[in-house]
């Protein structure tokens, strides 16, 4: 089992920045994909990015590609998603995602384990 608790979210202009955090507990950290995800109302769940075990390799939604950076610090079961450039369009509830395998997914039903999700509201 891994807990997650994300933070950071709130209200921010168009073109502006967020940083979202997410805690971790429970098992070792290292050994899971992390991934944010993210849902607007009436819309599905959808990718945001993903890093793998070790950083070595991350992937992006292409909607946010260039904008937003994941990282992680395994050493205080931390991973966190620099959100830079934000449009109204990425207003949602954001997801952190913990996912025990080798390889990051881009879907939903590839995560194991959730957070609540923190409010992010772009106004345009």
């Known amino acids: 089992q891994v807990q997650l608790v994300e933070s950071g979210g709130g209200l921010v202009q168009a073109g502006g920045s967020l940083r979202l955090a997410c805690a971790a507990s429970g098992r070792t950290f290292s050994n899971y994909v992390m991934g944010w995800f993210r849902q607007a109302p009436g819309k599905e769940r959808e990718f945001v990015a993903a890093?793998?075990?070790?950083?070595?390799?991350?992937d992006y939604a292409d909607s946010v590609k260039g904008r937003f950076a994941i990282s992680r610090d395994n050493a205080k079961n931390m991973v966190y998603l620099q959100m830079n450039s934000l449009k109204h369009e990425d207003t949602a509830v954001y997801y952190c995602?913990?996912?025990?395998?080798?390889?990051?997914?881009?879907?939903?039903?590839?995560?194991?384990?959730w957070g609540q999700g923190t409010q992010v509201t772009v106004s345009s």
């Open positions: 890093s793998s075990r070790g950083s070595s390799s991350l």
């Open positions: 995602a913990a996912r025990p395998s080798f390889s990051y997914s881009q879907t939903y039903r590839g995560y194991n384990y």
